[in-house]
């Protein structure tokens, strides 16, 4: 009996894990599509003749469209469990990058861009909970794997743009709706593996329990949430800086071509994928309060420098800073689904829809300063953004005195302080 109950855990958690590789490479495919639409804002602002505060409001159509809808979503599916919804909301998607290659206004550029919203609010808190409930404990990992799959996607985006569709033109966008079907066909069968395992549990954490310390006050628990919001939108502001306008402060102060602009920022968004992986795991081992003290303001004195560096020294504080800067989320996301117990779907849109709400306001009001003051006068600025890390000095310990000795006994003896997937 003891070996038939070894082997079908064993085929549990792998199948777990296939499920969580399948939700991490359906992720990269969703921001790779979603990634061409800042990847294009120069080949948009010279075909549309539109101004530093239009691109702006292209990302922030988008990215309030998800900021809204996401964690009304995720506190739906909390209590209604839709295992099918996935594939549905890739269907947006799919649908907003038809109407981008084919828009001829600005307003149906802003219609499209708001269907890859729709697609992106539906995807996020959905798969955020797949990747929870196929953790087998180890939810740090599993959040920072699940969204370094976005990450790498991300970083592709400008990629693909270099080097298709700046040279096939706009209408190229419309094949990678290919790409959309294969991941509707994928989340299908995740779906399917959805309703057989979690419909029972109504979204808990894959081994039951939820992973808290100490019971948390509940004006403790608000006041907590506050900060986090507080560091992710220091987190997500400076980040808009990056993504949306990065190629044109790059044209603009060194006079480099739009592919090389848009190569700088895939090295960029690779960065920025490799902080996320190594965010998540560090943050089980040593906790992730550590985790988010460090990046968020350890950030800061690079940042700081930025403005001033010549190109070779941009290219190169722009990785250290995407390194460090994305290894918070994961953590600050875990934490605060510790933080609110069971309500996974809810807390997973809400910082997701607050990420892509903060990158949408940034963008539109770091739009409109750049048209008033230059886009090196926006760097600038930004660059004192991670001084708000020192929030964090307010945030509770979740983690028990004990829990705090049994990490430490683990990882002496070189074992990881979760359980296996």
């Known amino acids: 009996m003891s070996t038939l109950a070894a082997e079908k855990n064993y085929d549990a958690g792998r199948s777990a894990f296939i499920v969580l590789c399948a939700i991490s490479f359906c992720h990269l495919l969703n921001d790779m599509m979603q990634s061409l639409l800042p990847a294009i804002y120069p080949m948009l602002k010279s075909s549309f003749g539109l101004n530093f505060m239009q691109v702006g409001l292209i990302t922030f159509t988008y990215q309030l469209t998800a900021s809204l809808l996401q964690p009304f979503v995720g506190l739906y599916t909390d209590h209604r469990p839709k295992p099918y919804s996935l594939a549905t909301g890739m269907c947006f998607t799919l649908t907003g990058l038809l109407l981008l290659s084919r828009a001829g206004s600005f307003s149906v550029l802003l219609f499209a861009a708001s269907m890859i919203g729709m697609g992106s609010a539906v995807f996020h808190p959905e798969s955020s909970r797949v990747a929870r409930m196929a953790s087998g404990g180890k939810h740090g990992f599993a959040q920072a794997f699940f969204q370094v799959g976005g990450n790498l996607g991300s970083s592709l985006g400008p990629l693909l743009a270099a080097f298709i569709v700046l040279p096939k033109g706009r209408g190229s966008v419309g094949w990678f709706s290919l790409v959309a079907l294969l991941a509707i066909v994928i989340l299908w069968n995740v779906g399917g593996w959805y309703r057989r395992v979690g419909?029972?549990?109504?979204?808990?954490?894959?081994?039951?329990?939820?992973?808290?310390?100490?019971?948390?006050?509940p004006r403790l628990v608000k006041r907590s949430l506050a900060i986090l919001m507080a560091?992710?939108?220091?987190?997500?502001?400076?980040?808009?800086?990056?993504?949306?306008?990065?190629?044109?402060?790059?044209?603009?102060?060194?006079?480099?071509?739009?592919?090389?602009?848009?190569?700088?920022?895939?090295?960029?968004?690779?960065?920025?994928?490799?902080?996320?992986?190594?965010?998540?795991p560090v943050g089980d081992r040593v906790g992730r309060k550590y985790v988010i003290w460090c990046s968020i303001l350890g950030v800061l004195p690079f940042t700081l420098v930025l403005p001033y560096a010549n190109l070779l020294w941009t290219a190169v504080l722009s990785v250290v800073i995407g390194v460090i800067l994305a290894s918070a989320f994961s953590a600050i996301l875990v934490y605060a689904q510790e933080l609110v117990p069971g309500k996974v779907?809810?807390?997973s849109g809400l910082f997701f829809g607050l990420a892509f709400g903060m990158?949408?306001?940034?963008?539109?009001?770091?739009?409109?300063?750049?048209?008033?003051?230059?886009?090196?006068?926006?760097?600038?600025?930004?660059?004192?953004?991670?001084?708000?890390g020192l929030l964090t000095a307010f945030l509770p310990n979740l983690e028990t005195a004990e829990q705090h000795q049994h990490r430490r006994a683990l990882m002496s003896m070189g074992h990881s302080p979760e359980a296996g997937l």
């Open 199 to 217: 419909m029972g549990a109504r979204g808990a954490p894959s081994g039951g329990s939820q992973a808290v310390g100490p019971h948390v006050p």
């Open 231 to 280: 560091l992710v939108f220091s987190k997500y502001f400076y980040l808009a800086s990056l993504t949306s306008y990065y190629e044109f402060f790059l044209i603009t102060k060194f006079h480099v071509s739009v592919q090389s602009a848009q190569i700088h920022l895939f090295i960029l968004l690779g960065a920025v994928a490799a902080g996320t992986i190594i965010g998540g």
């Open 345 to 347: 779907g809810m807390i």
């Open 359 to 388: 990158g949408g306001i940034g963008a539109a009001v770091l739009g409109w300063t750049a048209d008033r003051t230059g886009i090196e006068f926006v760097y600038r600025l930004c660059s004192f953004l991670p001084a708000m």
